[in-house]
């Protein structure tokens, strides 16, 4: 037995260690110079060690603004949906009114949009409304994603009616049922969403460059942007910022995971 | 009376929906029928024209081919292994499952310049990593990023390693959902681990496997990022996919018409692709 | 059922709660987002007339003008108090420092402020804003890429809207037959250029200079035996660096633009001009294509060149003997690893074996300051635009970016002559400046461009023949400007 378990845990750390080699390439790359780049060997770590990327992307970037404006998008943007999302998810998945299918279909297909296909007039928007170039802009089109509605509405839908109904008889109004009562049930799905979102609008880099083109409101995804230029493309710049990013982020990602990936046993469906 | 509450639960996502999606997708099938240069204020109505003219592009067929292709690779290998990695980083004996968590979320969140510059890097023909090892075991050097078939090969490969995190995420959130009694219960009578998989774990995680399956369609669909990191659409455009061809059609030829023909396409298909799937996953995996 | 009433008034008062609970997170978050900035407010002058004169060095000489006089003049603004100029440039780190220093400069000189917005893809951008009704006053555009905004009237016609245009074009040193080649649509010029650089090769002197080349070749017969022999993919070492960013046969629309068009421009000087107006003499199937298409796909065909997309070209590891760049490359490189710059030197762009050496003709990549139509403060933009193209900042950008200005003496210019006494690299290019042929590619040059890159790189990879492609690359396009 003793021994499976050393073998799970020994292979789970070569997997891991294989899987994040493309990113330690890339850590390793913002201490070298840029001959050296690229050359074809397996080790990730530079033959002459070098901290001028750094100084030079804090020449170029200023790093901390930039950091502090992509958290706020992002833990704005995350925080929104765990809180808007299953408001929109309950009632769909949980109660019968007119109407409800279509709303079902509204989600399925504010889905499916290519983000393309929306990205010109919404920009319209954004500039008729004044807000172009704002954090809120940036924002805005992720408060709600159709995706972690129609995540939260599947979680929903497998907790037992019973438990909603006998809530109801004891006199709770729907929205202490759906915050007090299921959201701490599916905790592991609000956990995920959580962090699914915070990925997901950290890079997406399509709608921020749209928005954001001045220097204060810079995010990480246009910084990287101003680094790529057509004939050049900053690597080491690039590599530093991103490996100067890894720390706060894993951070981030050591507290969310504590949500999904629980080791507590969860006692909220009555056998 | 109390009936009513569900509109209002739902107001915020009807607000939201109209002014993010009603309005900028109705703007986008106006669009698709007309002859429309970016920022140009005279427009030209063409009825389904542009979609005539795709329909005979050489270009989209090859972009569709591909995107289609990449569909039936990328779902059964990215939902297969996300599952059978969130199944085993939810061995409650392991050690750093957590960080291993973490970890596999990185690819999301490093800048997809990053990633397309180190796998072209690993990919490359003459000294790449990958090249090296596959000549080591007697494979041969591959040209992974010049011809059409290895270059989606290698866009597939790079999306599954990028989005992996993504779903195993989504599995671990199901799988918390499992009661620890049942597992108990069951090896209390003997079952073995392959039996509680089979009777415990796979019934109960069939709505989240439906979902996966889902999701990993739509991203599949509206597969744009590693082809554009890494091929920019290829030899040619031999790598293209749908969605780069309506960004191509937005950015480089700027006829907002045709890109919004395009866009209405991908939004057909997927939308048909999700419905069907979840109509006909649900109904034949509930038992 | 059970208290209808005691319902009806809870439901309500949760509704009430939802909807004040989501107004204040809204609220509150648009807040936090975007805290009250405070401007650095420099008091405006409401008189109306600014005269500032920017001084230059006084070296004068017979043939070159190297005092220039700006003179802003600002009557009476419609709306009094401050102008604010929307600027649309290039967001390339040497680029936002060098227009930093600028507008900060303007700035002080005339109390005009900016909204610096920044571009990577220009014309993309450009017509973005356009479409959304986003302000731009003044931006930068390239010579490809006025063609499309020009013909939907999206720009101002700079010689027609001020009086003063060709005396500032003079002023400044530039062509004025140049300007009207290389920056007019219809008659009319709709762009005043302002940095640019003609495309050499840059070749890595110590990789030839290992295999016992000893001068650049003048000759392609000479160019495809260097490549031959400087060529080891075991060493990563390539003969042909390939287009930029991602090397190989990769397919930006523009990679073809700098690795083919200098050939073709030294095969055939005249031929460059795709188009006029009218579309005519559009010249892809000809000899000039066909055999410089012939000449360039021995570099992957013969492996000199790598087929496969690399992370970035070898020239920026200096680990390719030849690449096409502009004197920018070595700026860029300097920054990125001083080593790089010292292993290169520019070189004529090679000829045919039937030319002279001395015929050799190339692009230069000019960028030239552009005012929308829809911009509301055209005179202030204008103003800028002079402030901006004066030797002070000419020079300035050199240093910078290493980019250069149009003007037919810089070689000769006392004013750089310190600059490029540092810099020799610099003085090959500006030499090279009468060199350069105007490029003229129409309204579609983008898609065009693309399109002629699907059938270069068929070639390339040997699914073509030259003939072939040339034949194909001309009905595509034909299909795509009628289509």
């Keep these: ?271 | 009376m109390k009936m009513h509450w569900p509109y209002f639960f739902l107001l915020p996502f009807i607000f939201f929906f109209v002014s993010v999606y009603a309005y900028p997708i109705f703007m986008a099938i106006y669009a698709s029928l007309f002859k429309w240069t970016l920022g140009a204020t005279a427009k030209e109505f063409i009825g389904l024209g542009n979609y005539a003219s795709l329909l005979a592009d050489e270009e989209f067929l090859v972009s569709l081919e591909n995107t289609l292709f990449f569909a039936t690779l990328y779902i059964p290998a990215v939902v297969s292994l996300s599952l059978m990695i969130a199944l085993w980083l939810n061995q409650k004996f392991l050690r750093g499952t957590g960080i291993a968590l973490a970890l596999l979320l990185f690819p999301l969140i490093v800048p997809d310049v990053t990633v397309g510059a180190i796998w072209r890097w690993l990919l490359a023909e003459q000294n790449g990593v990958v090249n090296n090892i596959l000549s080591a075991i007697g494979i041969g050097r591959i040209p992974w990023l010049s011809t059409r078939l290895y270059g989606m090969l290698g866009v597939a490969i790079i999306a599954i390693w990028r989005t992996i995190g993504y779903y195993t995420v989504m599995f671990l959130s199901g799988l918390q959902a499992i009661p620890q009694q049942y597992y108990e219960a069951a090896s209390v009578d003997g079952a073995t681990s392959f039996q509680r998989f089979r009777y415990i774990t796979l019934p109960i995680l069939t709505p989240i496997f439906v979902f996966v399956t889902s999701i990993a369609t739509l991203n599949a669909m509206q597969l744009f990022t590693e082809v554009f990191i890494v091929t920019q659409g290829g030899p040619g455009f031999s790598t293209s996919s749908l969605v780069l061809k309506a960004y191509n059609e937005l950015y480089i030829a700027f006829q907002f018409g045709k890109a919004s023909a395009v866009s209405v396409i991908i939004e057909l298909l997927v939308l048909v692709a999700v419905v069907v799937q979840i109509k006909y996953i649900a109904k034949t995996l509930v038992k | 059922m059970s208290e209808p009433k005691k319902v009806d008034r809870r439901k309500f008062i949760y509704a009430g709660l939802g909807a004040v609970a989501l107004i204040a997170i809204g609220a509150v978050a648009y807040v936090a987002m975007n805290p009250p900035v405070v401007t650095k407010t420099t008091t405006v002058p409401t008189t109306s007339v600014v005269t500032t004169t920017v001084p230059t060095t006084s070296v004068v000489t017979t043939t070159v003008p190297t005092t220039s006089v700006v003179t802003t003049t600002l009557s009476t603004t419609t709306t009094p108090g401050k102008v604010k100029l929307y600027y649309g440039q290039l967001t390339q780190p040497e680029m936002r420092r060098w227009n930093g220093e600028l507008t900060q400069a303007f700035t002080q000189a005339t109390g005009i402020e900016f909204e610096n917005i920044y571009w990577s893809q220009c014309l993309a951008e450009f017509l973005q804003a356009i479409a959304t009704g986003s302000p731009i006053d003044v931006c930068q555009l390239n010579t490809i890429e006025i063609w499309q905004p020009a013909d939907m009237g999206a720009l101002v016609a700079l010689d027609e809207e001020f009086p003063d245009f060709w005396d500032v074009v003079k002023a400044g040193g530039y062509d004025p037959e140049y300007v009207k080649r290389t920056f007019s649509y219809k008659g009319k010029v709709y762009a005043f250029p302002y940095m640019g650089s003609p495309i050499m090769t840059v070749y890595n002197k110590k990789l030839l200079e290992d295999k016992g080349i000893g001068a650049p070749p003048k000759y392609w017969s000479e160019m495809l035996e260097a490549m031959k022999q400087v060529t080891d993919p075991s060493k990563g070492i390539w003969g042909w660096a390939g287009p930029a960013q991602i090397g190989g046969l990769g397919n930006l629309w523009w990679n073809s633009y700098f690795d083919f068009v200098p050939y073709w421009d030294s095969y055939d000087k005249n031929s460059c001009f795709w188009f006029d107006e009218k579309f005519e003499n559009l010249n892809i199937n000809s000899p000039s294509v066909i055999e410089t298409l012939r000449f360039q796909s021995q570099f992957y065909l013969k492996g000199y060149g790598s087929k496969s997309m690399l992370p970035d070209t070898p020239l920026n590891a200096g680990k390719a003997a030849f690449g096409c760049a502009g004197s920018w490359i070595f700026a860029i490189m300097g920054m990125a690893d001083p080593k790089l710059p010292e292993l290169h030197w520019a070189t004529q762009i090679p000829v045919p074996d039937t030319h002279s050496p001395d015929s050799w003709m190339t692009f230069g990549d000019d960028r030239g300051f552009c005012i929308p139509a829809t911009s509301k403060h055209k005179k202030e933009a204008w103003e800028f635009i002079k402030f901006a193209v004066d030797k002070k900042w000419q020079k300035r950008l050199m240093e910078l970016a290493g980019q250069l200005p149009f003007t037919t003496k810089l070689a000769d210019d006392p004013y750089f002559k310190d600059y490029f006494d540092k810099n020799p690299v610099f003085k090959v290019y500006a030499e090279a400046i009468p060199h350069v042929t105007g490029n003229r590619l129409g309204v579609h040059a983008l898609e065009l461009l693309k399109a002629f890159r699907i059938y270069y790189v068929k070639c390339c990879l040997g699914e073509l023949t030259p003939e072939e492609a040339a034949k194909e690359a001309q009905n595509l396009v034909l299909t795509l400007i009628s289509g």
């Design chain 1, 1 to 271: 037995m003793k021994f499976r378990v050393l073998f799970l845990q020994t292979l789970l750390v070569i997997f891991v260690l294989v899987y994040i080699y493309p990113i330690l390439l890339s850590i390793g790359g913002a201490f070298k110079w840029r001959s050296e780049l690229f050359e074809p060997t397996l080790n990730p770590f530079p033959i002459n060690f070098t901290l001028h990327n750094f100084v030079s992307l804090f020449e170029k970037v200023n790093v901390l603004n930039v950091l502090k404006n992509s958290m706020i998008i992002a833990i704005v943007a995350a925080f929104s949906n765990i809180f808007l999302c299953p408001l929109t998810a309950y009632p769909l998945a949980k109660s019968n009114f007119k109407g409800k299918r279509f709303f079902q279909l509204l989600v399925i297909f504010s889905m499916v949009q290519p983000f393309i296909a929306i990205s010109i007039p919404l920009l319209g928007i954004v500039v008729m409304a004044g807000l172009q170039d704002t954090l809120f802009a940036a924002t805005f089109p992720f408060l709600i994603y159709p995706m972690i509605v129609y995540f939260f509405m599947q979680s929903l839908t497998y907790i037992p009616d019973d438990l909603i109904d006998s809530a109801r008889l004891d006199g709770a109004g729907e929205l202490t049922i759906l915050y007090r009562i299921l959201l701490p049930i599916i905790k592991a799905t609000v956990g995920g969403s959580f962090l699914l979102t915070f990925i997901w609008i950290w890079n997406f880099y399509l709608w921020q460059l749209m928005v954001l083109r001045t220097t204060e409101n810079m995010t990480y995804p246009v910084a990287v942007g101003m680094l790529s230029t057509s004939y050049f493309i900053y690597y080491g710049e690039v590599f530093a910022l991103t490996s100067l990013y890894i720390v706060p982020l894993l951070i981030i990602f050591l507290i969310m995971q504590k949500q999904i990936v629980s080791t507590m046993v969860l006692s909220g469906i009555k056998g």
